[in-house]
């Protein structure tokens, strides 16, 4: 079964649901003119708007660049894919949709006017005027009403998810096994402390960097003097582990070099100008065969640093939780009585595939194996992945709690060498 791509293309399974990460334009510019004013689909006797899945199939095209018959024929061959299956699969994404919804009514979820507005504010924030906004709502083909509607469902689908969350510890054994990898990848990680000075401040920089590199100041009483980053200053400058992380390109690549102990140059980032310094470097403990070659041995999880037990723990719950709920998804939407009708003519995304499959070549075809009723709605991150790199796992549920939580919208630090997640 090939991956189903479609339905994280854009937007999660609706048209509006990806705007409540700051009002994404999701509305289709792709002619979408000939609807049938038929249905598509029923969920437990609940029609689904033939429309509703054209229009989204057409956002979905000029999200790809696809709004020609040509690119779309292409796109779709290449990922082994005919109009006729992606229209099933939209279908049965927005079958289970509806399935979510009635599980919120059925659990009696419940969202606080004041949630609602706290999350809305937090997307009108990013914009410079009220007339800014109004037209980012019609661009994204919404109004104020619809948008408020949307963010409300997105805030009861994010407490459903919640619901699944457990707080049973992983096992020692998956916690070891974790570990091991880390330690395995993350072999010479460094760990850095900085201050952070004004980018207009380099004069101020580069004395503060001669007086350190000459013994007259102290790092950490520097980070307390000058630091602009007032977070990490409270920590004696420390911003972690540079693997794994979230740490800027920048930065990252001016911590790679260092030595413990040893401080860097000025290094200018987006944040301003920065005076690093190593202070812990991550070896971990390894044998040596008789041929002389050395391997990692991990045989308890206290061998990493603490920061990484801690990441390993929320991957390994957060998937867990991810697992719950998407057992419970696969459940309801084996008892739930769907039904897709037969696809009818002249819709404007059908177009004839022999010319375009005949073109297709292998390396064109998508991967994965994830069936298309059940993976248009999870998308969270494994926490293996990369051998062990750091599993955000923000939202696991396209869909259902597709954007994690909307009030997180256009947030990020502004004063710290770290990448806004």
């Known amino acids: 079964m090939k991956k189903t791509y479609i339905m994280k293309t854009v937007c999660a399974v609706s048209l509006t649901a990806a705007c409540a990460w700051g009002l994404a334009a999701c509305s289709s510019g792709t002619d979408a003119s000939a609807g049938t004013g038929g249905v598509a689909g029923t969920v437990n006797g609940v029609d689904i708007s033939e429309d509703t899945i054209t229009n989204y199939i057409q956002g979905v095209r ?67 005027s009220d007339e800014k906004w109004q037209a980012a709502l019609e661009q994204a083909g919404m109004t104020e009403e619809s948008y408020r509607s949307e963010i409300e469902q997105k805030l009861k689908e994010n407490k459903l998810y919640a619901s699944f969350a457990s707080e049973e510890d992983p096992s020692e054994s998956d916690m070891l096994q974790y570990a091991q990898m880390y330690a395995s990848a993350y072999d010479g990680a460094k760990r850095s402390s ?28 520097a980070v307390k003097e000058y630091s602009t980053d007032t977070v990490s200053a409270e920590q004696d400058g420390d911003v972690g582990w540079n693997n794994p992380s979230k740490l800027i ?32 470097v991550y070896e971990a403990p390894k044998t040596t065969a008789d ?10 999880i206290d061998q990493i640093p603490s920061e990484w037990v ?34 009818p003519q002249g819709l404007p995304y059908d177009v004839d595939m022999a010319k375009y499959e005949a073109a297709a070549t292998d390396e064109g075809t998508t991967d994965g194996a994830t069936d298309g009723a059940t993976d248009g709605t999870t998308d969270g991150s494994d926490a293996t992945d990369g051998a062990a790199e750091n599993a955000d796992n923000a939202g696991a549920a396209d869909g259902a709690a597709d954007a994690g939580d909307a009030t997180d919208s256009g947030s990020g630090t502004s004063d710290q060498p770290a990448e806004a997640a």
Not at 267 to 278: A, E, L, N
Not at 292 to 299: D, F, L, R, S, Y
């Open 291 to 300: 041929d002389g070659t050395e391997k990692v041995e991990i045989t308890s």
């Open 194 to 221: 900085h201050i952070l000075f004004d980018s207009s401040d380099e004069a101020t920089a580069q004395e503060v960097l001669d007086k350190i590199n000459s013994g007259e100041l102290d790092f950490v009483d």
């Open 249 to 280: 390109s920048d930065y990252k690549a001016a911590v790679e070099p260092l030595e413990k102990g040893q401080v860097s140059g000025l290094v200018t980032t987006q944040f301003g100008i920065h005076i690093i310094k190593c202070t812990e």
């Open 62 to 128: 000029d999200q790809l660049g696809a709004s020609d018959e040509e690119a779309w024929g292409t796109w779709l061959a290449e990922n082994d894919y005919t109009p006729a299956s992606v229209r099933d699969e939209v279908v049965n994404s927005f079958a289970q949709r509806e399935l979510v919804k009635e599980a919120i009514e059925e659990k009696g979820i419940t969202v606080e006017s004041s949630e609602i507005d706290q999350s809305i504010q937090s997307v009108k924030d990013n914009f410079d």
């Open 310 to 343: 801690d990441t390993i723990k929320t991957s390994l719950q957060t998937q867990k939780q991810q697992d719950s709920y998407n057992q419970w998804l696969e459940e309801i939407t084996e008892a739930a009585d769907i039904k897709v009708n037969d696809m």
